[in-house]
């Protein structure tokens, strides 16, 4: 067995199908190290990678979600913030989650800003605690919309919505992101919010599905609708050759939860 790539600072377990990636900083809002970005990077391949995963739930410890890069470090040596830079691209992360066969959860439970709110929105699923703090803070700070978010944005709220958060930089709530259609759900407890759209997923869902339609929305994103169109009647052809239908109308006959291979 590969043992997990988790660190003191990114933490992982798994439970019940569901691997929990934790940032583990709660002194600094979980405030993030060049190597935890790796980390965090490498903890999806590998929870991806595990055939008893069926979900991923990212969040953090304390009452901080991830309040950014670590700028601090400044202070050290002005040339570890290029730390940040190294060895990342789109395979890499925030926008990796793209790319994955399971699906990513955010449980944001506190403060997200910079490139905390970039791993925030960075996911398939996202629920916010109420009164979470989310900020883009980029241009606050000299800097530009990091990480692939000027993509991610716009496509999650649309342009008017996205170009008012990005550029100003401003701080809302996330009961103001539930109303932009950010999260799914704004709360006290965005964890249990988290876990128990995994639970549903585990229970209803087959992985192989999941996995597939994750990559067709992907493709369809660049791409026009006749070719779409085309994409699916593809994997149609191959999901109708699966056991995953049969499994599907076997639980709905005997009222059970269907019993899905457990292949993504």
């Given at each position: 067995?590969i043992?997990?790539?988790a ?17 583990n ?11 935890m970005?790796?980390t ?8 991806d990678?595990?055939p008893q995963?069926?979900?991923i739930v990212?969040?953090?410890a ?11 470090i ?11 830079l ?18 990513v959860i955010?449980?944001i439970?506190?403060p ?12 398939d ?7 979470a ?5 980029f ?9 692939g ?15 008012e958060?990005?550029?100003s930089?401003r ?16 709360s ?6 988290a ?24 493709r369809a994103?660049?791409?026009n ?16 050759g699966?056991?995953d239908l ?7 006959i005997?009222k059970?939860?269907?019993?899905f291979?457990?292949?993504?």
């Open positions: 067995m043992s997990s790539p660190t003191q600072f990114v933490t992982y377990s798994v439970n019940a199908h569901i691997a929990t990636i934790t940032f900083r709660p002194d600094r809002l979980n405030a993030l190290l060049p190597d970005i790796h965090y990077s490498d903890l999806l391949d590998f929870a990678a595990d995963v069926r979900a990212v969040t953090g304390g009452r901080g979600f991830c309040s950014g890069a670590d700028l601090s400044l202070g050290e040596d002005p040339e570890l913030v290029q730390g940040f190294q060895g990342q691209s789109h395979k890499t992360v925030p926008g990796k989650y793209l790319h994955l066969s399971t699906p955010t449980a439970n506190g997200a800003a910079g490139l905390g709110f970039v791993i925030a929105m960075s996911a699923f996202r629920f916010a605690k109420s009164d703090k989310l900020s883009s803070t241009s606050r700070l000299g800097l530009i919309a990091e990480y978010i000027a993509w991610l944005l716009p496509r999650l709220v649309g342009l008017a919505r996205a170009t958060i990005l550029i930089g701080t809302f709530t996330g009961t103001d992101a539930l109303g932009y259609g950010l999260v799914l759900a704004a006290d407890d965005p964890l249990a919010d876990y128990a759209c995994a639970n549903d997923l585990i229970t209803n869902c087959s992985p192989a599905s999941m996995a597939v339609i994750k990559s067709q929305m992907v994103l660049n791409s609708f006749n070719d779409s169109a085309d994409d699916a009647f593809v994997e149609m052809a191959h999901a109708f699966r056991e049969a499994a599907a109308l076997a639980g709905k005997n059970v939860a269907p019993q291979p457990a292949n993504k």
